[in-house]
């Protein structure tokens, strides 16, 4: 397949008579895909009923003549004013009870279903007059759930929704009090009715309460999309896509992408570094312009997993962004690294967001690959440079890695509702495993939490960190896969239901543990482990006579095994992960990398990226700063 750029346009932010040089430009660029129309409904449907398709029309014609390929979006997630008019109660509203208002974008509640049904009417709109239109080539639906905080709604509606939700989940009153263990603290229920949303509660509200919610919410959001997939479907051959984004984890993406055809996501690597990343001041320092080396390859992995390999990145930071708390410039040549690390990890487009920087509204110090004035930002001479490269560059297919790592979000969400330390957070756990694995030199699948043994199927070692319940078919799956297993900490102590698992867990069949107690760890503490490194976070006492591999210091078990199956009953620091993953990975070839270096495997090449601000040597090459290259595979021994 070949690999292609796109780029993000609006063409209703500029005068018309700039459209038919900027697609002359895009193309010269060596561009392939425009996306185009995601916010735009007060423009496409200025009053209820009454559509503007023109402007549309000449934008598409005009960009097709370029032979640019149009990604029409849908516009669901600005709904103009007078939407509100006419459905006032279609805001989210708050956990303090605040209604989240007009004024910005993704105001709406995905459980109101008044609103739900007029996005999916205008996806019908848009299907009827594009749908047959070879020139929209892919579709993308709504943009970014769950960015802003847009999951978690507590309005009226949702209230609704999830008293019928949790109605057919549990049939009968008794049952749910049962399953929640209501008779603590007397909140016992008599019917449905009387359940409201886990906010504005005295104290922490029931686990299995907020849990329920959580799990009501994410269907809410797959249950929203597939309304837009139903309108969308029998108009269109054309894939349908979702545009994701990083670290936003309150809604299942491998439900949500049952509906889909491809995968994408939004890769902003200096704004995550600075907006949603641990670290401390020196690594943030370090990698101010550049991002963190693993952040952007882990999302390129998940991604990749939701939709039998087909991902894009829909939108690439090409310069400063605007929302994160810092906003520097990238190092140059960073963003040809990133657009070649998505495609080392099997993207099959990386879009730049946006072309030309806006001069008006919130996102005005926001860089495009053009400054507001039109002449070129940097980033345009990156794109073209990758563009060039990919016309020489042979094929690049991914190929299966030889490690495997399981991607929960129920476990985020169980986590979150049941923390137990402060410190104690999924993401980061299965991140910093991800970590340990890359610098190592590995490349890593992701795996969905319902993998099966044939899902399973070649890899040479799996981990699966934290994962709060284990269904007994992922068990099973993992006993019959005969290949070195890594569950824990905290994995399978708790049932679906919030409540702690008995007898207690982890419950691996043939290896007697059992998890007998739990402590979290303030930061600077830690528990030292014999040999080196330590755990840090999370600690727990294990009992029973499984043959431990890693003990601490004080002689407890830390690291336990049967067979291939293996229990970790901490949180490791890294200098611990690199003992874990070489016993573990004894049948991978490992590599130390140097700081920043990081390695990618295809089926023909092997992809170096240097994140480091400073050249590193490996294998006989120096890459400067920000540089990337690639060797044939194999290697020369
Ligand atoms: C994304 C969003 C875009 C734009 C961009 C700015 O989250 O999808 O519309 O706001 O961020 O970085």
């Known amino acids: 397949m070949k690999r292609t750029l796109g780029v993000c346009y609006y063409p209703e932010h500029w005068p018309q008579a700039m459209w038919a040089s900027d697609a002359r430009r895009m193309a010269q660029a060596g561009i392939t895909w425009v996306r185009i129309g995601e916010f735009a ?187 837009q997939v139903v309108a969308l479907r029998p108009l269109t051959d054309a894939p349908l896509i979702h545009n994701y984004m990083g670290r936003v984890l309150e809604f299942d993406h491998f439900a949500v992408a049952r509906d889909l055809d491809i995968a994408s996501w939004d890769s902003y690597p200096i704004g995550f570094l600075s907006d949603r990343l641990e670290g401390d001041a020196a690594h943030k320092a370090r990698y101010l312009r550049q991002g963190d080396p693993d952040m952007q390859a882990f999302h390129h992995d998940l991604y990749r997993a939701l939709n039998n390999g087909r991902w894009w990145v829909m939108e690439q930071q090409p310069g400063p962004v605007n929302w994160a708390p810092f906003n520097p410039a990238p190092l140059p040549g960073m963003v040809r690294l990133w657009s070649w690390e998505a495609f080392a990890h099997g993207a099959e487009v990386v879009s730049y967001f946006r072309w030309r920087q806006a001069p008006f509204a919130q996102e005005q110090m926001h860089a495009g690959l053009l400054r507001p004035d039109d002449q070129p930002a940097p980033a345009l001479e990156e794109a073209a440079q990758v563009a ?120 691996i069949f043939g290896l007697d543990a059992r998890v007998v107690r739990v402590e979290s760890l303030p930061p600077a503490s830690a528990r030292a482990v014999e040999g080196g490194g330590a755990v840090v976070h999370w600690t727990e006492t294990l009992e029973g006579d499984a043959i431990a591999l890693l003990e601490h210091t004080d002689g407890n078990p830390l690291l336990v095994q049967a067979g291939h199956m293996h229990y970790l009953g901490g949180w490791p620091d890294a200098a611990l992960w690199d003992r874990i993953v070489a016993l573990l990975c004894a049948d991978v070839p490992l590599t130390l990398l140097p700081d920043g270096l990081r390695l990618r495997d295809t089926a023909t090449h092997r992809f170096a990226f240097n994140y480091a601000p400073e050249p590193v040597t490996w294998n006989g090459r120096t890459l400067k700063a920000a540089d990337v290259t690639w060797w044939p595979l194999p290697l020369p021994d």
């Open 388 to 507: 060039t490269e990919l016309t020489t560059m042979p094929e690049v297919a991914p190929t299966q890695s030889p490690v495997a790592l399981i991607f929960d979000y129920a476990s985020d969400w169980a986590w979150r509702t049941l923390p137990q330390g402060a410190d104690f957070d999924y993401f980061r756990l299965v991140f910093e495993t991800y970590r340990a694995l890359r610098r190592q030199g590995l490349s890593i699948d992701i795996l969905p939490p319902n993998a099966s043994v044939g899902d399973l199927h070649g890899y040479k070692a799996l981990f699966a960190p934290g994962l709060a319940s284990v269904s007994s078919e992922l068990m099973g799956a993992l006993a019959d896969a005969a290949i070195p297993c890594l569950l824990g900490p905290r994995s399978n102590l708790m049932t679906p239901e919030m409540s702690t698992a008995l007898p207690l867990g982890p419950g």
């Open 41 to 227: 409904w007060s423009r496409l449907e200025p009053e209820p009923g009454v559509f503007d398709w023109d402007w549309l029309d000449s934008a598409i014609e005009v960009l097709a003549a370029e032979g640019l390929k149009i990604v029409l979006g849908t516009p669901s997630a600005t709904p103009p004013r007078w939407m509100l008019d006419r459905f006032p109660d279609m805001l989210a509203v708050d956990a303090a009870g605040q209604p989240r208002r007009f004024g910005s974008r993704r105001h709406y509640c995905h459980s109101h279903a008044g609103y739900r049904k007029a996005a999916a009417d205008m996806a019908l709109q848009l299907g009827k007059r594009y749908g047959r239109d070879a020139r929209v080539a892919a579709w993308q639906i709504d943009n970014e759930y769950g960015c802003h905080d847009t999951v978690l709604s507590y309005s009226e509606a949702a209230r609704v929704g999830f008293r019928d939700w949790l109605g057919q989940k549990y049939q009968s009153i008794g049952a749910l009090n049962r399953a929640w263990g209501n008779v603590f603290w007397s909140m016992e229920y008599e019917t449905f009715d009387q359940i409201d949303l886990p906010n504005l509660t005295v104290t922490q509200p029931n686990p299995a309460h907020e849990m329920a919610f959580r799990r009501f919410a994410s269907d809410q959001v797959v249950a929203w999309n597939a309304a």
